[in-house]
């Protein structure tokens, strides 16, 4: 059950990553026009991604500190 959770939550991450860089391809061109790298293009975009998953950590930590009260197992 954990894995397929993991699972489909790497695939909305990278479906959302994925539909943000096609949504941005004129702005990374111009980017890429005006000098920035690939590697820093691609930095960039990572961090965008790891900015997602830094917002949904309070989330998590909601869900661990309450599955006591609820009795569930978190492990």
């Keep these: 059950m ?3 959770s993991i699972v489909i939550s790497g695939l909305g991450i990278t479906n ?3 539909f943000n860089i ?3 391809i004129r702005e990374i061109g111009m ?4 000098g920035i790298t690939h590697r820093q293009v691609v930095g960039m975009i990572v ?3 790891f900015g997602h ?4 950590q309070p989330g998590w930590l909601y869900l661990w500190n309450s599955a006591d009260l609820y009795h569930f197992k978190v492990t």
């Excluded at 980017?31 to 005006?34: L, S, T």
Aim: glycine fraction near 4%.
């Design 47 to 49: 961090l965008e991604g």
């Design 22 to 24: 096609m949504e941005r």
């Design 16 to 18: 959302t990553l994925l």
């Design 31 to 34: 980017m890429r026009a005006v």
């Design 53 to 56: 998953w830094d917002r949904s």
């Design 2 to 4: 954990t894995q397929t």
